[in-house]
């Protein structure tokens, strides 16, 4: 077996995989689940997203051209869209670990919906890639979504986790207070 083939059929790869499809998958559907259910499942499979992309085994590009990619500005804004209807008016945070922050007075604000979307598109278009079955083009997807993973992606999903962590555990307003008693009553 050549080095490309067992780095993109590597156990670590195919369980991300597994995984990352899972996790587009939920994202396309958030707009049929309530905010609760929606946060509860996004704090389990966001771990489990980061836990699969930290341990993928390191990948080298091999291929002349960059892969394909799938998600264009409509599947973005549909993906963002659906989160941001499903967070209203929890989906603003503020944000205190980027590098603008440095050189501000005043905190930077973000949306959940924006950021998972951007984490999508770049899980998305290596799903996509690695689902047409092409060697070198498996394998180049892997090693931009491990660099993206390792510059930007990783971190927003953190910062992200944070966010969503205060939406299930500091109710904004007595509705969401409520909306949590009545859930564990249940």
């Not at 059929?9 to 995989?17: A, I, L, Q, S």
């Not at 905190?107 to 899980?123: F, G, N």
């Not at 109710?171 to 409520?178: C, I, L, V, W």
Request: charged share 30%; aromatic share 10%; glycine share 4%.
């Amino acid at each position: 077996m050549d080095t490309n083939n067992s780095v993109i059929f590597h156990r670590d790869t195919v369980e991300f995989v597994t995984v990352a499809a899972e996790f587009c998958g939920f994202l396309e559907r958030a707009n049929t689940r309530p905010r609760r259910q929606f946060v509860d499942t996004a704090l389990k499979i966001l771990p489990l997203l980061y836990l699969k992309a930290s341990m993928l085994p390191p990948c080298e590009s091999i291929g002349m051209t960059e892969p394909e990619t799938f998600v264009n500005e409509s599947d973005y804004e549909v993906v963002r869209l659906s989160v941001a209807g499903v967070m209203g008016e929890r989906d603003d945070y503020l944000d205190v670990f980027l590098d603008d922050m440095r050189y501000s007075d005043t905190p930077i604000r973000k949306t959940i919906s924006e950021d998972l979307a951007d984490i999508y598109q770049d899980v998305k278009n290596f799903v996509s890639v690695y689902r047409l079955g092409f060697d070198e083009t498996m394998n180049d997807a892997l090693a931009i979504c491990e660099e993206n993973f390792a510059l930007y992606w990783g971190q927003t999903l953190v910062n992200t986790m944070r966010a969503l962590h205060e939406v299930k555990y500091a109710p904004a307003d007595e509705d969401d207070a409520e909306e949590l008693h009545e859930d564990y009553n249940d």
